[in-house]
């Protein structure tokens, strides 16, 4: 499951409460995971594919060839509980939505078990598993929740990290320092920064 920042309507979390249950009840945690993976899965594919994008959401689509197309390709690929909350999206002339509904799936998921999602931002996208592990118990202890990490890389970026949970930026690059050192400077004024340095000078003799 990944996460994005976005707001996400009412309309989408009614159906994804909606699967949640569906997934709750035909297997419990498990079956949520699964569900929320495969959800995700088709989120990505709609996302990433705009003829995809186009064939969920347009309504000159007939309902029906759709519906009949969504089996054919996702029988036997996705659970029976994905599969007919797509068909009745479609019919429900919800299926553009889907994105939104994987989205909020997460969100009813994480608030459920305790969890937050969590993308990390590094010059090669990945991090060692005892950085992870530091790293997992630092937000654990701020936020109460368990984080589930999204690895990403960042060929800009100096070193260090950027973290981004919710709408919530958190910049401990390299490059985001400076930029702090260099705001601060400027907000203290060359002759504070010259009386600072004076002072350290005479400390050091």
Not at 2 to 26: H, M
Request: proline share 1%; charged share 30%; glycine share 8%.
């Amino acid at each position: 499951m990944s996460s994005n920042a976005t707001t996400i309507d009412e309309v989408a979390r009614v159906y994804a409460l909606s699967i949640f249950q569906l997934a709750e009840e035909a297997g419990g945690e498990d079956k949520i995971h699964q569900t929320g993976d495969e959800l995700e899965a088709i989120a990505s594919i709609v996302r990433e594919d705009a003829k995809i994008a186009e064939f969920f959401r347009s309504p000159i689509v007939d309902i029906e060839k759709r519906s009949e197309a969504l089996r054919r390709i996702l029988d036997g690929q996705v659970s029976d509980v994905v599969l007919r909350f797509l068909l009745v999206l479609n019919h429900k002339s919800r299926l553009g939505r889907i994105t939104d509904i994987a989205e909020a799936f997460v969100e009813i998921a994480n608030d459920r078990f305790g969890r937050v999602e969590v993308d990390v931002f590094t010059v090669d996208g990945a991090m060692e598993d005892t950085q992870l592990e530091s790293l997992r118990a630092r937000i654990v202890a701020r936020m109460g929740r368990d984080p589930v990490f999204h690895q990403h890389a960042d060929a800009s970026m100096i070193g260090g990290l950027v973290l981004r949970i919710g709408d919530q930026l958190i910049d401990g690059s390299v490059r985001g320092r400076l930029r702090r050192i260099r705001e601060d400077l400027k907000s203290r004024g060359s002759s504070d920064v010259r009386h600072t340095a004076e002072r350290f000078m005479g400390d050091a003799d």
